[in-house]
């Protein structure tokens, strides 16, 4: 039996995480608590010295005492110790815990910790290995360093909100993933740079832009933008509700039994879904059945306009699933109580209970989905959330046991400075055993960067697992492609914008799995690497024999890591999952509308991005625990489970009595600010956020209204009651200026604001952008002269070029690729005439 959570917020049923020895100082807000809380989960002795809003309260008295919905979410397991910047003796305390641990994760702004003797420079003189990722809404250095962000700033002027929403109305993805980008990208850089430290004895720093992560990472934004004379899109992406860019994606309302909403698509394969069209009557579509996917995309509208008739007078949980039994990815849209009742998330454990110090209940047991129909968790007083990330084989948690609950206690500095000065300190001992042939190209002192000497053979393709390798690439993996002419189509062929886009920093190999000689190469390849990464359908690997058992065989250090729809087991195991459908299953598409609509969602594949960044996260966790180990692991991550990950405030909410979540519209649904929302100007919108008394003193201050001077305001409660009033105001008061001329004048007023972008005013009017340098000209060989996004942050104050541009075709390093693995020079010519690299 699992036991209760301890004082200190630990799990005391842990085993050994993949990150156990690493040793971390928390010294963010809300922007930041996402990646340490991602840290703790994987293992690491995450001490929190910050402070952030603690987020909805709870029902249950004991649960409430610990903290909000957001403590509850970011700070389980993590120890807390008080720490005051302010004062000399805060600052002596926050250096002694720099001198002890291997990475500080910090928000600050700009300028604070330099002012106050205690950032990298300082700290790491005498701790060279400490590794320092800061995290700031627009970098440490540029024309806007110093403006204030929130998430629904970052979403705005990142670039997320100029897709999603209605044309006349900006909407937000609920659950912070702005923030949540950024966590992830924190995570995985600062455990790469962790690792690259156990073996040079040198630490970095990384200076973290919010901004730029989000810009960089929606699919479609600048690949229409940058590639309007290839494509036939629009050059700037427009809001258009559920729609995807590709137009082969859209929420459909059905009107018949239960009512509700589906995610249409004909993918994956269009004759599937228009066959049984025409078999259950329809008389528009038989004119497309046996038409090229590719050539079929010429009349997507039709088709889509079809498929919403033929569709709207059935029963959506009815349709939704007899189109996955006939291998069509439809999705109907869950509401969070069909979440929790979901039967693989009680298949894979997903769910787990927490409960406070002093009940009798388990802690971590599997939540029964029956109950939380009612908004109420399997136990009294519990909080349900969800357990983990991904799975582990070897180095996960206990089952399914979450880190722990917030802390009950502080833990005092002589404490922790005795726990982490014990012997067999992991995280500084050690060195990266690369393997035999690993490429270590451009790894001078100038371009060193934290995952060079680290192989990847990339089984990948679409986005997901792509964007996945994209990062671990950009960190100094070698990546390489793997491909077979086959499945090189559309978005997977070289000579598509998209692929262009997706697929940087790697190299191409051609492997054609279906000939006879092709496991033996894969052996060879795979035995001189150190990850395996795929996101096909559960079973694909298996059937080309490159199952787990026989790869571990092989190579015992490989971190072999699966990123399947639904994961490799339970009922929903061979659902067949694209982003749009995953956002309908996992609660993301309910939660993220008006409250007077159903049909909006998500205006890109969010999803595809969250699982890539969760994926590589889980990858460099892995190879940290190598070094402990000494073997490899498996990593089964579900990509349905990302998501509802990602919004993981939710199911504490649904589970905890707090108001069970709703669609909103831009409120924030784990903390719920006030003002938090968006305002049409003169020409465009301006986004507003409130978090603090200082912050709203300054709003009332510049706009000078009569309505805002009651002194109750300076309390987020007094404004909930008063929202309507509060936006009504703001919203006059924006309606006379330009979006521009709204946001300067804000943040001159000390109020996070920022204007709704385009990937045209990200190019153009983006001054943060191009001070940092974020847009770099490349001149690609099919191309040619181009614009690429950079990595999103600054390493020890420089800013990196790509290495290598995507390939430029199927198997342009293969001579280079297989003579690695063995092959001669003439047999590599055969493989590639009529062999197994064709």
């Not at 402070?51 to 700070?75: E, F, Q, R």
């Not at 110790?81 to 305390?93: F, H, I, P």
């Not at 909080?383 to 833990?411: H, I």
């Not at 969010?606 to 940290?624: K, Q």
Request: net charge negative; glycine share 12%.
């Amino acid at each position: 039996m699992n036991q209760p959570a301890n004082p200190h917020g630990r799990d005391s049923s842990t085993v050994h995480g993949a990150l156990s020895g690493l040793r971390v100082v928390d010294l963010t807000g809300d922007a930041g608590r996402f990646a340490t809380k991602l840290l703790t989960e994987l293992g690491a002795d995450v001490v929190r010295v910050g402070t952030g809003a603690p987020g909805l309260p709870l029902a249950d008295p004991a649960a409430a005492a610990l903290g909000g919905v957001a403590d509850w979410w970011y700070d389980g397991g993590k120890r807390r110790c008080r720490v005051d910047l302010s004062t000399a003796e805060g600052q002596d305390a926050y250096r002694r815990l720099a001198d002890a641990a291997d990475m500080v994760v910090e928000t600050e702004r700009p300028g604070r910790l330099a002012d106050a003797g205690i950032d990298y420079p300082d700290i790491s003189t005498d701790n060279p290995a400490l590794v320092q990722v800061s995290i700031t809404p627009f970098g440490r250095t540029g024309p806007r360093a110093q403006w204030l962000g929130s998430d629904l700033v970052a979403a705005a002027m990142g670039g997320m909100m100029g897709l999603t929403g209605l044309a006349d109305r900006p909407l937000n993805v609920w659950g912070r993933q702005a923030y949540n980008y950024a966590g992830f990208v924190a995570a995985a850089s600062g455990v790469a740079a962790a690792l690259s430290a156990r073996s040079t004895g040198r630490g970095a720093h990384l200076d973290l832009s919010v901004h730029e992560t989000v810009t960089g990472s929606i699919e479609n934004l600048f690949m229409q933008y940058f590639f309007d004379d290839v494509l036939p899109l629009p050059k700037v992406a427009p809001r258009q509700g559920a729609l995807h860019w590709l137009r082969a994606y859209d929420l459909a309302e059905c009107v018949g039994g239960d009512g509700g909403y589906v995610m249409i698509t004909p993918t994956p394969t269009p004759d599937l879904l228009l066959e049984w069209m025409v078999e259950t009557g329809s008389d528009e579509v038989d004119k497309w059945i046996g038409i090229d996917p590719g050539e079929l995309l010429l009349s997507v509208d039709e088709v889509m306009d079809a498929v919403r008739r033929w569709i709207a007078p059935q029963d959506a949980r009815e349709v939704w699933w007899e189109a996955q039994e006939r291998h069509v990815a439809f999705g109907g849209v869950l509401g969070i109580a069909e979440v929790c009742a979901n039967p693989q998330f009680a298949h894979r454990e997903f769910f787990a209970d927490v409960l406070p110090p002093g009940r009798t209940a388990a802690n971590g047991s599997l939540v029964s989905a029956r109950s939380m129909d009612t908004g109420t968790g399997s136990a009294a007083g519990s909080v349900t959330l969800p357990a983990r990330l991904v799975r582990w084989s070897d180095t996960g948690r206990s089952g399914s046991v979450p880190p722990g609950t917030p802390a009950a206690a502080d833990t005092s500095l002589e404490e922790i400075l005795a726990l982490w000065a014990a012997p067999a300190g992991e995280a500084r001992n050690g060195d990266i055993g690369s393997v035999a042939g690993a490429a270590s190209s451009g790894n001078d002192a100038d371009d060193r960067r934290p995952l060079d000497g680290i192989r990847v053979a990339d089984f990948t393709w679409v986005l997901a697992g792509p964007s996945a390798t994209k990062l671990l690439g950009d960190l100094g993996a070698d990546v390489i492609r793997i491909q077979s002419e086959e499945r090189s189509t559309l978005v997977n062929s070289p000579d598509f914008p998209y692929y262009f886009v997706w697929n940087r920093s790697k190299r191409s190999a051609t492997l054609d799995m279906k000939h006879p000689d092709a496991l033996a190469a894969a052996k060879r390849l795979i035995e001189t690497c150190d990850v395996l990464i795929e996101n096909f359908s559960a079973g694909v690997l298996d059937s080309w024999g490159l199952d787990w058992e026989t790869v571990h065989q092989w190579n015992p250090r490989l971190v072999y890591v699966t990123m399947s729809g639904c994961g490799h087991d339970g009922p929903w195991r061979h659902v067949i999952s694209y982003a749009p459908t995953v956002h309908a299953v996992c609660g993301i598409t309910h939660l993220t509308n008006f409250a007077d609509r159903g049909d909006v969602g998500p205006g890109f594949s969010l999803n595809d991005h969250l699982a890539g960044f969760a994926a590589a996260v889980s990858t460099v966790g892995a190879l940290y625990a190598r070094e402990r180990t000494g073997e490899g692991q498996r990593i089964d991550m579900a990509q349905l489970e990302v998501g509802t990950y990602a919004i993981g405030a939710a199911i504490i909410r649904q589970s905890a009595g707090v108001l069970p979540p709703r669609p909103e519209g831009n409120r924030d649904g784990i903390a719920d600010h006030v003002p938090n929302e968006v305002y049409a100007t003169g020409d465009g919108f301006v986004a507003v956020t409130v978090t603090e008394p200082a912050q709203w003193l300054g709003l009332v201050g510049l706009l000078a209204d009569p309505r805002l001077d009651d002194p109750s305001l300076v309390t987020e409660a007094a404004r909930r009651d008063r929202r309507s009033m509060i936006d009504a105001v703001l919203g006059e008061w924006s309606a006379g200026r330009t979006a521009a001329e709204a946001a300067d004048a804000l943040q001159g007023a000390g109020v996070p604001a920022g204007p709704v972008q385009n990937s045209h005013q990200l190019f153009t009017d983006d001054p943060q952008h191009a001070d940092r340098g974020f847009w770099q000209a490349v001149d690609h060989a099919v191309f040619g002269e181009r614009t690429v996004d950079a990595f999103a942050g600054l390493w020890n104050g420089r800013r990196w070029t790509p290495r290598h541009l995507s390939p430029a075709y199927l198997g342009e390093h293969n001579f280079d690729v297989w003579a690695d693995a063995g092959y001669s020079s003439e047999e590599i010519a055969e493989g590639i005439g009529d062999g197994p690299f064709r």
